[in-house]
């Protein structure tokens, strides 16, 4: 299933995707990347899933969370030199039933301007 235009999904930015500064391109590079809908978890609750599921210290350590429309991704998308119809779908998993995926391959360049348009999170302290 598709997720809204209006929806907001954010993914896990980890410290091999963090130079301290900004995330890297290789966030969003590929097929199938894996984001989370905040409409099913609250952004609150998504920094222990990320942590318990998706760290490995000392090494990969959760330093942000990204997060964007699917709307504003699609639009990126259809206004990206070699356009694409971005999609957004919803595959829970058992450790995350908020995880969803965009299935379409997302080059480098593409995912460039993705990462330049994420909010930001840092964990609250």
Same mark, same amino acid.
């Given at each position: 299933?598709?997720?809204a235009a209006e929806e907001d999904i *954010? ?8 130079? /301290? ?7 969003? +590079? /590929?097929? &199938? #990347? $894996? #984001? $989370?809908r905040l409409a099913i978890i609250p ?22 969370? /990204?997060?964007?429309? #699917? ?5 990126? /998308?259809?206004?990206?030199? &070699? $356009?694409?119809?971005? +999609? *957004? ?6 450790? &995350? ?9 997302? +080059?480098?360049?593409?995912? &460039?301007?993705? #990462?330049? +348009? ?8």
């Amino acid at each position: 299933m598709a997720l809204a235009a209006e929806e907001d999904i *954010v993914r896990a930015i980890c410290t091999d995707k963090w130079d /301290g500064m900004r995330a890297a391109p290789s966030l969003f +590079t /590929g097929q &199938n #990347v $894996s #984001v $989370s809908r905040l409409a099913i978890i609250p952004l609150s609750e998504h920094w222990e899933m990320f942590r318990n599921h998706l760290e490995k210290p000392p090494e990969r350590r959760l330093e942000r969370i /990204g997060e964007i429309s #699917v709307g504003r991704l699609q639009r990126i /998308g259809q206004d990206y030199k &070699n $356009s694409i119809d971005l +999609t *957004v779908e919803a595959k829970p998993e058992d450790w &995350n039933p908020a995880h969803a995926q965009i299935p379409q391959r997302i +080059t480098r360049g593409l995912a &460039n301007q993705i #990462v330049r +348009t994420l909010k930001l999170h840092q964990q609250p302290r």
